[in-house]
């Protein structure tokens, strides 16, 4: 089995999955998630525990997950369904595939709408909008586009079309040009801009906000009654930067495992996994560095929630020479940025279509895209129609919900279960087999992978729910 190519084709090279499986990590969770979360979660200290997730948890599990797909070779649920057969355990494990799937279309819905935001944005740079924008305007300008939701609907359709066509075509033919040359120019904006927040005289106070945890003011609430303050620990903060950890690295969904069955059988997997969760972690840092400085500057609020970047950097480029058109660079690479994750959001369920046989890819591609855009129309309206509190749950819009349950619960949920299976189902020499790893480097995985990694999801579930 593990000889064979996949049906779907092959990366030419190593360096095109290293390309490919990044350009599903760095999208919109890095550079306009991570850093509203962080906002609102009070920076430094959940910054740690972030990290602290991607080295303990995020690692590990993608060296499972890449691994399971190049052993399977198919889409998520058929590889689950092999592997499960290989190691003679129950066919259960298919479920994991489905889970996979299921939270791939919840995602793309409401990412397909955000990333409508960076679009409406590529035209608003380029027409001028943002030449020397106060920070009122900016948040007019983010007003208006949002409380309109044809506008939304219109980008929303736009960009699932333009997702629909890479995937028709085929993982590998579009999208392994274009994420050669994007990658590094995104890379080379978001320092520009770092050195804007730089000059802006509150560099220090963005860094500090990132950099310096303060564990009492994230994970303690504190409320004072008649007169005395009383503190309690929260462990929501914690939940939402492990949760992140799996958005960020595109994990426990089957994205990261269906790319790796289009791996060639000789790379190493722990080499081009801790590339990519290098570099996907150095972009959401410099997005952080780039924004925060500006948030302190103009007096807007780290924890504005989700249009944080869509009200800040807009007036760092409003302000700086050439801001036009950097402006609208910039927005131009966050869509494609999100282009390249929102394929690897919908290619577990087009390759499992595929593999029935019963309809081509492009029919497979048109069905699942439309499916996510009906479900984004909920992402649509929760922004205006249906923003108010008798339409939310849990004070929660729609939007909201949707994020919660998948980032923060079906993810993780999938995580632990590929660390299971990778360390308590399959067999050693199956694993060893596949990673090709020194013995040390093994055995040090093994044991993350088994111990460590599942302990760590379980704890943070526990924490979160209030039962430890
Ligand atoms: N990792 C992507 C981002 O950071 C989002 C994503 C999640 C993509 C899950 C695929 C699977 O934007």
């Known amino acids: ?184 120019a995104l890379l080379v904006l978001l320092l520009i801009l770092v050195g804007y927040a730089f000059n802006t005289g509150h560099f220090q106070q963005g860094f500090d906000f990132l950099f310096k945890p303060d564990f009492s003011k994230v994970f303690y609430q504190c409320e004072t009654i008649a007169g005395a303050q009383s503190c309690s620990f929260t462990g929501e903060p914690l939940l939402v930067a492990m949760g992140h950890a799996f958005f960020t690295l595109s994990l426990g969904m089957g994205a990261i495992m269906v790319y790796g069955s289009y791996m060639p059988r000789k790379s190493s997997i722990a080499g081009a996994s801790i590339l990519i969760a ?6 959401a840092l410099l997005a952080g560095l780039a924004i925060f400085p500006i948030v302190f500057a103009n007096e807007l609020a780290p924890g504005a929630g989700p249009g944080l970047i869509f009200q800040t950097l807009p007036i760092a480029f409003g302000a700086m020479p050439g801001g036009r058109f950097f402006a609208t660079l910039f927005f131009l690479l966050l869509v494609f940025a999100a282009w390249t994750s ?61 994020d919660f349950l998948t980032a923060n619960i079906m993810l993780p949920l999938g995580g632990l279960l590929i660390a299971i299976f990778a360390g308590w189902v399959m067999t050693r020499q199956a ?19 088994r111990y460590i990694t599942p302990l760590a999801v379980v704890l943070v579930f526990l924490k979160a729910i209030g039962v430890l």
């Open 1 to 184: 089995m593990a000889e064979n190519r996949s049906i779907h084709g092959q990366w030419s090279s190593r360096l095109m999955f290293v390309l490919a499986a990044s350009g599903s990590a760095v999208g919109l969770g890095n550079i306009w998630k991570f850093p509203y979360i962080t906002g609102e979660n009070g920076g430094g200290a959940f910054v740690l525990v972030y990290l602290a997730c991607i080295a303990l948890v995020g690692l590990p599990i993608m060296m499972a997950e890449v691994m399971l797909g190049r052993r399977g070779r198919q889409s998520p649920i058929n590889t689950m369904a092999d592997l499960a057969s290989e190691a003679k355990a129950s066919q259960i494990w298919r479920l994991l595939g489905w889970l996979g799937v299921v939270a791939g279309f919840i995602i793309l819905s409401y990412y397909s709408v955000i990333a409508g935001w960076a679009i409406a944005y590529v035209v608003r740079s380029a027409a001028g909008t943002f030449t020397n924008v106060t920070a009122d305007g900016v948040e007019s300008i983010f007003g208006a586009l949002v409380g309109d939701w044809e506008r939304l609907l219109a980008w929303h359709t736009l960009f699932m079309v333009m997702s629909m066509l890479v995937v028709a075509r085929g993982v590998h033919h579009g999208l392994e040009k274009a994420v050669r040359v994007l990658m590094p």
């Open 278 to 283: 290098i570099m996907d972690t150095v972009v």
């Open 342 to 402: 929102a394929i690897s959001l919908i290619e577990p369920a087009v390759a499992w279509l595929v593999e029935k046989r019963q309809v081509s890819r492009t029919r497979a591609s048109i069905a699942c895209g439309f499916t996510a855009w009906l479900l984004g129309i909920g992402t649509v309206l929760s922004f205006n129609v249906w923003s108010g509190e008798e339409y939310q749950l849990f004070g929660k819009t729609l939007f909201d919900l949707l």
């Open 431 to 449: 694993s060893a087999d596949e990673l090709r790893m020194n013995n040390a480097g093994y055995a040090a995985w093994r044991f993350v992978i």
